[in-house]
C-alpha cells in the first residue's frame, strides 16, 4: 500500500482536546464513525445517514460579480477581507441556507487503564480500505487497534 493512500497522525485527537475534527473519519456511506485515536480513553462518534437534521437549501443566487474585487484584495494580501466577499454577495441577494447537521447516535468508549506513558504512537486511515490503525507501545510491548465499518448487506 501506498503512503499517498494514508492520512498518518501521529497523535491522539485528544491531544487537543478530544476535537470532532482532531478525528478520523471511517464508514460504509450509511453508518459513519469518527476514531478520536486516545491510547487510555478511545472515543468513537458514530452516526448514521438518517440522522441529520435542520438543512435548507435554496437557489443560489449569480454573484459572479462579486469575483473581480476577491481575486484584487486576494493579489493585494487582504485574504481576511477577500474572504467575506462572496458571502456578503450571496446575503444581499437574498440567499438563506443551512447546512444539514450530523446528529450523532451514540458515541463509544473504550478504557484502558495504565497505558501512560505510551511511545511510537500513529493513527493511520488507510483510503484504500477505509481502515483505520491505531499503533502505539507500553512498556516495550505493541499495540494495535483497528476500526471500520462494514458494508453491511
Not at 91 to 106: H, M, T
Request: hydrophobic share 35%.
Amino acid at each position: 500500500m501506498s503512503k499517498r493512500d494514508q492520512l498518518i497522525c501521529k497523535m491522539p485527537a485528544s491531544c487537543w482536546g478530544q476535537w470532532w475534527r482532531d478525528g478520523l473519519p471511517c464508514g460504509n456511506g450509511e453508518i459513519g464513525l469518527l476514531l478520536h485515536g486516545g491510547v487510555e480513553e478511545e472515543t468513537i462518534l458514530i452516526n448514521h445517514s438518517r440522522l441529520w437534521h435542520w438543512g435548507k437549501s435554496s437557489p443560489v443566487p449569480d454573484v459572479h460579480e462579486a469575483l473581480k474585487q476577491t481575486r484584487d484584495l486576494i493579489d493585494q494580501g487582504n485574504f481576511a477581507s477577500a474572504n467575506s466577499i462572496t458571502s456578503q454577495a450571496l446575503l444581499d441577494k437574498g440567499y438563506d441556507s443551512a447546512l444539514f447537521l450530523p446528529c450523532p447516535l451514540a458515541d463509544l468508549k473504550i478504557l484502558l487503564e495504565d497505558c501512560a506513558p505510551f511511545s511510537d504512537y500513529s493513527r493511520i486511515l488507510h483510503m484504500d480500505c477505509a481502515e483505520i490503525v491505531t499503533e502505539w507501545k507500553f512498556q516495550g510491548v505493541s499495540f494495535k487497534r483497528k476500526c471500520f465499518a462494514s458494508r453491511g448487506k
